[in-house]
């Protein structure tokens, strides 16, 4: 079982950065394929970025691809986002969520992804 907890969200104005978190339990997170996705008032939820379990390969929605940077460090537990140059489209509630398979492919499909956070809001204002 992995739990997640996502900071970092907020309010920002067009252009501006915010950097999100997300914590994880558990002594198999370096192991997982981790990843970021959003879901914006009356759509479905979307991959944003994924982060491989061993050489850390990140994949990257087209909408983010040059503006956004996902990492990890697996010795503390804890996903990353940063997200620059935002735009009021980005505005969504956004979650990490873990595969949950040990040394898995990376997917984005949100259906691939067994644990999920509880989501942090950004809100981008023009």
């Known amino acids: 079982q992995v739990q997640l907890v996502e900071s970092g969200g907020g309010l920002v104005q067009a252009g501006g950065s915010l950097r999100l978190s997300c914590a994880a339990s558990?002594?198999?997170?370096?192991?997982?394929?981790m990843g970021w996705f959003r879901q914006a008032p009356g759509k479905a939820r979307e991959f944003v970025a994924a982060i491989s379990w061993g050489s850390g390969s990140t994949y990257y929605a087209d909408s983010v691809k040059g503006r956004f940077t996902i990492s990890r460090n697996n010795a503390w537990n804890t996903l990353y986002l940063q997200m620059n140059s935002l735009k009021p489209e980005d505005t969504a509630v956004y979650y990490c969520?873990?595969?949950?398979?040990?040394?898995?492919?990376?997917?984005?499909?949100?259906?691939?992804?067994?644990?999920w956070g509880q989501g942090t809001q950004v809100t981008v204002s023009s």
């Open positions: 558990g002594r198999t997170f370096g192991t997982y394929v």
């Open positions: 969520a873990a595969d949950g398979r040990l040394f898995s492919s990376v997917s984005y499909y949100s259906t691939e992804y067994a644990y």
